[in-house]
């Protein structure tokens, strides 16, 4: 039998997103932080949260203005999502420090951050305090996707995107290649091969070059 190693009441869920939270109605308000207090709470209407500390400069801006921007974070972000982080927009423009760029939203007056992959535009509804965080209950409002993200189907690749997740004080970059879809411990036989086919793309001239050179060498390294 295994044996558990008994640890006091904490935040051991992991992992959780990595995110850069940016807010501000003004230029001169425009701020980012980072955190990983976030996730979805409801499908319709799709709902989300932040929990973040009240003594955090970000925290008086989105309780003034009722609005923030989650920002999906990268492994190229990565750095910047962690400097974000430490620094305090009292002190610092986030945006001009770390040459990140300012995009106007649709639904709300605060930016998001061209260089993340995906933004959800949300729409603060409620405030739950519940000692070191307050949690800013939102509806998504808006969501916008790198066009880079969606294949010729038009469907959305997040796997392209090489998104990280933080894991008891680290980042990690999140693997490529799915274990399975939702569903797939269930899925007959039949409906997993007609899935396997219709993901299948049609390979460029190139990559069929290249297939045939890698058989061809295989066939060799047989011989």
């Not at 990983?36 to 203005?65: C, D």
């Not at 999906?72 to 982080?85: H, I, P, V």
């Amino acid at each position: 039998m295994k044996q558990k190693i008994t640890f006091k009441p904490g935040t051991m869920l992991n992992p959780v997103p990595a995110v850069m939270v940016s807010c501000g109605s003004s230029e001169e308000e425009h701020n980012i932080i980072t955190a990983a207090w976030t996730g979805i709470i409801n499908s319709q209407p799709p709902m989300t949260y932040v929990s973040i500390r009240p003594s955090r400069h970000s925290h008086g801006i989105i309780q003034k203005n009722g609005e923030f921007v989650i920002n999906l974070t990268t492994e190229e972000l990565a750095c910047k999502t962690d400097w974000c982080g430490v620094k305090s927009g009292r002190d610092e423009n986030k945006f001009d420090a770390m040459e990140l760029t300012k995009m106007a939203c649709d639904h709300l007056a605060c930016p998001m951050i061209a260089e993340a992959p995906v933004n959800l535009e949300c729409r603060v509804v409620e405030v739950k305090s519940y000692g070191s965080h307050d949690m800013f209950i939102a509806e998504i409002v808006g969501v916008h996707v790198d066009a880079a993200l969606m294949d010729e189907q038009q469907r959305l690749c997040l796997e392209r995107a090489h998104l990280i997740a933080y894991c008891h004080g680290h980042y990690y970059g999140l693997q490529r290649k799915p274990i399975g879809r939702f569903g797939f411990s269930v899925m007959k036989p039949k409906t997993a091969k007609r899935l396997r086919k219709t993901n299948q793309k049609p390979k460029s001239k190139t990559q069929r070059a290249g297939a045939e050179r890698r058989r061809k060498a295989e066939k060799r390294g047989t011989e």
